[in-house]
């Protein structure tokens, strides 16, 4: 087994080189290997993949990290956040989100509710992961034909995967904002003797409504309170190890701009609402009342994961690695004091990789998915019958090497069936996935890589079936049981640099996508500010440029340029809704003493204006942060803490991928200040 302080030397190395956002710029790490992929089946770093994708770890993920998943990415070219206030804030990857960009847990589906609506939140807790692993791009055939916009594989402790050198580590964070009043804290510890392991970790996090740039009021709802906890036990060898593992989350959180109203029917299709009448009683309501709003969502999720990864299992095969999740989520959408709608999803998720021995140079993994998804939603706003979906999947991935050149080649078939359960109708759909790559290596640090894929998305439920209104977008939601599956071809060329005083990742990529489902506004309004859209499908076109340079100009200055464009449309004319906008930017990073080091970041958002039917668009602005880490020891335990502040210029910003950014603005300034304790 490895020691614990080389884990950690390499950990930090590899974290610098796959982003270059650490907190401190090191000249000798470019002779550092980069990180193992985990959501890579073949084990390849991320200088070895032929599609784009980053790892965030250690001090990087540290200074990154904010309550909600996507608001922690998006510094990242090519990802934004979708934006639904606090703790509620998906992945949008390359203008793609919802089913189209897949989140994992250590390479299981979250079974959660998130990709359904954009106000559900992804029930992971940023606090308690130990890494972030980004994959751009529909080449991620392993984890579904869905996920044509990209994956992100969230890796936590709950399943120790080695035995403590010491018998037992641990970490302690703690940190708090002055824009919302967080206050944040999380503790695990993993103790293991002889052939056994044993993690325990909990948190919680407790974050007001936050303060509003140019305003003296707070953004009335956005408050957020979770309470996170886990265990797991593993059987460990020399070989691999099996372990199994229970966690919860409790959350509680604000709905903005949640203006619910009266709808009803006159017939399969003919909504109309009016405004539901508030309460105007005269009195006066207490500050609390007024931060956390009328509406919020109660979350609750238990979830067990079984792993396992083992070596040499039997005569031509190199490793076994499966995962089993299975979750229990319900929440409950609340309006004052009246339960709105309540929401469940109980599913399974289960994969087996196998990696075989090479066959005439070819390397590669076979394997089998299977999910099932048991999804309801009651009350008000039940917009979705009650569906019962089940997925399976066969895939392969094979790659070889010649020289400088390395080739790559994916097939995955699957099969879905989705059935109303309160009532006859059913949809069975099936799907062929396959991509090829290729990169040729023709320096020692330098690389030109590129990739062609076709991939099919099938149906969701809502899609299919949707009939009622949903209060987050404010929109009658009209499904087709008759869609079809939507197929993408995408092609990507990058060039890549890993190591010297410059180094860089640039690419490029066209993303055409036959039959893309989407959510058409008709053109009519059912009254009380509500639109009506109908999922139909159209030929469509997502084409755009993303990259960053880094210049390792001293040993202790480091600058860094970045930026993104993506434009989306479909080809009979118009332009598909919250597409992001263009972003460049630029970093400083310096090494202030052998202990304290900073960073000052800009980054220039420019106006949309590019936009669909029914849109509106968002004006340009400029972000600054800015931050300082002290990282020491303390006999045998190592400590970092950390001063960050974003938005120090106060701007009003909106977030063109946000449903509700005519009424939501950005948090404004806004100091986090943490320490990070590891034993």
């Given amino acids: 087994m490895k020691h614990r302080k080389t884990r950690l030397a390499v950990s930090l190395a590899a974290a610098a080189l796959s982003s270059p956002l650490s907190l401190v710029a090191y000249a000798q790490v470019q002779e550092l290997p980069s990180m193992t992929v985990s959501a890579s089946a073949l084990g390849q770093s991320t200088d070895e993949m032929i599609q784009p994708s980053a790892v965030l770890q250690g001090d990087d993920w540290i200074g990154l990290r904010e309550t909600s998943l996507g608001d922690s990415l998006e510094s990242l070219p090519g990802v934004r956040a979708s934006g639904f206030g606090a703790g509620v804030s998906r992945p949008v990857i390359r203008g793609l989100d919802g089913a189209r960009v897949r989140v994992l847990s250590d390479g299981a589906d979250v079974l959660d509710a998130s990709a359904i609506s954009p106000d559900h939140a992804i029930s992971a807790d940023t606090a308690l992961l130990e890494r972030v692993e980004v994959l751009k791009g529909p080449a991620t055939l392993l984890y579904g034909g869905g996920a044509i916009g990209g994956v992100v594989n969230l890796i936590d402790r709950r399943v120790p995967t080695y035995v403590p050198e010491r018998g037992y580590e641990g970490e302690l964070d703690l940190r708090g904002n002055s824009v919302a009043d967080e206050r944040a804290g999380a503790l695990g510890v993993t103790v293991g003797a002889g052939q056994f392991a044993a993690r325990f970790e909990g948190s919680r996090s407790d974050a007001d409504a936050y303060r509003i740039p140019g305003h003296p009021s707070r953004q009335e709802g956005a408050y957020n309170e979770t309470d996170s906890a886990g265990m797991g036990l593993s059987w460990i060898t020399e070989r691999g190890y099996v372990g199994l593992a229970y966690s919860s989350q409790d959350r509680e959180y604000g709905l903005l701009a949640h203006e619910h109203a009266d709808c009803h029917t006159h017939g399969p299709t003919d909504w109309h609402c009016v405004e539901e009448e508030h309460d105007h009683d005269g009195h006066d309501h207490d500050e609390e009342e007024q931060e956390h709003g009328d509406a919020y969502i109660d979350m609750q999720q238990r979830r067990w994961d079984l792993r396992a990864d083992y070596s040499d299992p039997f005569n031509g095969f190199e490793r076994v690695r499966v995962r089993v999740a299975h979750t229990d989520y319900q929440h409950v959408e609340m309006e004052g ?343």
């Fill in 337 to 679: 004091e009246e339960v709105g709608t309540e929401f469940t999803n109980r599913g399974t998720d289960g994969r087996i990789e196998l990696t075989h021995a090479p066959i005439a140079g070819w390397r590669g993994v076979v394997g089998s998915q299977l999910t099932r998804r048991d999804f309801a939603a009651l009350g008000e706003e039940a917009y979705v019958p009650p569906t019962l979906t089940h997925n399976r999947a066969l895939f392969v991935l094979e790659e070889y090497q010649a020289g400088d050149w390395r080739y790559e080649v994916g097939l995955r078939q699957e099969w879905q069936t989705v059935e109303v359960k309160d009532g006859d109708d059913e949809a069975d759909h099936r799907g062929s996935s396959v991509s090829f790559g290729a990169s040729w290596q023709w320096q020692p640090n330098l690389a030109l890589y590129s990739s062609l894929s076709r991939s099919q998305r099938l149906p969701t439920a809502e899609e299919l079936y949707a009939n009622g209104p949903h209060a987050a977008t404010r929109t009658i939601e009209l499904g087709d049981p008759d869609l079809d599956k939507e197929t993408s071809w995408n092609m990507e060329v990058g060039l890549r640099r890993t190591r010297g005083p410059v180094t860089f990742d640039l690419s490029v990529y066209r993303n055409e996508v036959d039959d893309f489902i989407y959510a058409a506004d008709t053109g009519h309004s059912p009254g009380a500010g509500y639109r009506e859209v109908a999922y139909e499908q159209a030929d469509a076109v997502l084409h755009g440029m993303e990259g960053r340079v880094l210049w390792q100009a001293t040993t202790k200055t480091g600058l860094s340029l970045f930026g993104d464009h993506v434009r989306g449309r479909l080809k009979e004319g118009g332009d598909l809704p919250r597409i992001p906008a263009d972003r460049v930017g630029v970093r400083v990073d310096q090494r202030l003493s052998q202990a304290l080091s900073g960073f000052v970041e800009t980054s220039r958002i420019m106006r949309q204006d590019d936009i669909a039917d029914y849109e509106t668009e968002t004006d340009s602005y400029t972000l600054l942060s800015a931050g300082l880490g002290w990282r020491g020891q303390l006999g045998e335990s190592d400590y970092l803490l950390y001063l960050r502040g974003n938005n120090l210029l106060n701007e009003e910003a909106r977030q063109h991928t946000s449903f509700i950014k005519d009424e939501v603005l950005l948090p404004g300034r806004n100091l986090t200040v943490g320490a990070r304790f590891s034993f």
